[in-house]
């Protein structure tokens, strides 16, 4: 992972809301192939520097280039192509509610006005399977899918345009823990299937261990830490300690200690 090309690259950012200063002075590399996890205690700014990758906030200052250009100086054609090129997952689904499980996933598809509908009828019906999400389910709408429906048929729209970016906004909140283990070995296979390059905020300690290759944690408005988890839970600062001293960060660390 050492030697994988940069994807992302956040240099000198600053977030401020007001008078109220989210960020300061923010450096991170997103490598590609990685699972890069993004932790933080409430008002740390994981979800909001999440969007500024994302282009959806613009930072006071610094720059974040991604996949070769520069998020907010790139142009409206460049643009549209890195948001092609990337995939979100958000934390409640984000489905649109007046539309079935089909038109929901089809709805990128079709804005790219490229496709034929035949064409994207039997897109559709591969992005469910890649997910796990039955035929019987593409005429529902999201107010009859369970939890952990509403979360595959997310993932396969996020996946609608075979991003190399997928950015994952608590990805198992809400779920049960048999549901969100399941959920976490499908993105597991779905990195490895398909190649991609995983942002991921979230607070699950087993999720986070699960799939993670490096932390990032932030807190006083800084990367105070970065790394692979053997390594972060050596750090000798408040936050690292509360979030993995309890019982439940020594009964999820459990899996990383040698037999």
């Known amino acids: 992972m050492t030697h994988a ?27 590609k192939g990685e699972v890069l996890a993004l932790i933080g ?17 613009t930072p006071a200052q610094g720059s974040v280039e991604v996949l070769g250009a520069t998020r907010y100086n790139c142009g409206h054609e460049e643009e549209r ?3 092609i090129r990337s995939g979100v997952l958000f934390q409640q689904g984000a489905l649109f509610s007046a539309l079935t499980v089909f038109d929901n996933i089809a709805l990128p598809m079709r804005e790219l006005h490229t496709l034929r509908e035949t064409i994207i009828r039997d897109l559709v019906m591969l992005k469910l399977s890649m997910v796990g999400v039955e035929a019987q389910h593409v005429h529902k709408r999201p107010s009859e899918l369970s939890g952990g429906m509403i979360k595959r048929v997310a993932l396969a729209r996020s996946l609608a345009l075979d991003p190399e970016l997928l950015f994952l906004d608590e990805p198992t909140a809400g779920l049960d823990p048999a549901l969100s283990e399941s959920f976490v070995e499908l993105i597991r ?3 490895e299937e398909l190649g991609l390059t995983i942002i991921m905020v979230t607070h699950d300690l087993d999720t986070l261990v699960a ?19 053997p390594e972060i839970i050596t750090i000798d600062h408040p936050f690292i300690t ?4 309890g019982t439940r960060g020594r009964n999820a660390l459990r899996v990383l200690q040698p037999s």
């Open 5 to 31: 090309e940069p994807v992302i690259k956040i240099t000198g950012l600053a977030t401020r809301f007001g008078q109220h200063i989210i960020h300061e002075n923010i450096n991170l590399t997103v490598l």
């Open 41 to 57: 205690g409430s008002g740390s700014g994981k979800t909001t520097l999440m969007r500024q990758m994302l282009g959806l906030i």
């Open 81 to 83: 192509k890195l948001r």
């Open 189 to 191: 296979s779905l990195r």
């Open 211 to 229: 799939i993670s290759d490096r932390v990032a944690v932030l807190a006083d408005r800084h990367i105070v830490a970065l790394g692979p988890i």
């Open 242 to 245: 509360a979030f993995f001293g």
